[in-house]
């Protein structure tokens, strides 16, 4: 028994949110066949109420529910510093697409897709969460801000702590790690995200635009664009 307690500890626990009781079942099974512990809520109200018994580590989100919807979901668990979260939606246009990873979520899967396609998407979200604990103490110094990696955490000059999502925490990472050289979109979605990723040109553009956004508070430009080849971050960085 005390086994099976500890199996059940280690296992990735994921919430599935979503106010249709057939993919909330369907997906529920196919994360505890594949080595996960799922949760299922039918709408924000349950999926807070989970949250407060378990700790979540990934949460795969529906847009579209009666009450409070998806977007204004991840805006609120972002601003709390809340867990991944994988949008899985009807509305499936670029700008929808392009609205939640602006959000804060780290991938954004159209319906329908199968359960398959949401486990991967899935690992490589948690993927890139355990890469930031994997390196030990590894920071970054670059022009008075320090990038913390095992903490998770990116501090201004004035050691005011910058919040991040996920996806933006990996990009820059990326950049940081490759100072002073071009960078392609595909390198950095690679880097950033994985290879097995199916994300699009257009969402690195969209995390680069809000990570200049939150590094403008010296004046410095730090990420430049390169026309037709992609992005390079200018400051010189030290690793300690």
Known sequence: MGGQVEDEATRPHILVVDDDGEIRRLLA????????????????????????????????LDVMMPGEDGVSACRRLAAQGGPPIVFLSALGEESDRVLGLELGASHYLPK???????????RAALRTREQSTETGGMTFLFNGWVMDVAAHELTDPDGVLIGL????????????????????????????????????DRAVDVQISRLRRKLR?????????????????????TRR
Do not use: K, W
């Not at 594949?34 to 349950?46: H, K, L, Q």
């Not at 329908?112 to 899935?122: D, F, H, K, N, Y």
């Open 165 to 200: 999502t996920d996806g933006e925490f990996a990009l820059l990472r990326a950049l940081v790690e490759r100072p002073r050289r071009v960078l392609s979109r595909e390198q950095l979605l690679e880097a950033a995200r994985g290879p097995d990723t199916d994300a699009f």
């Open 112 to 122: 329908p897709c199968s359960a398959r396609e949401v486990i991967a998407t899935v």
């Open 29 to 60: 099974d196919a994360f505890d066949m594949r080595g996960f512990r799922a949760s299922t809520a039918a709408n924000t109200r349950e999926m807070d109420q989970v949250m407060l018994r378990d700790p979540v580590d990934l949460i795969v």
């Open 217 to 237: 508070t010296t004046g410095d430009e730090m990420i430049r664009t390169v026309r037709h080849e992609g992005y390079l971050f200018v400051p010189a960085v």
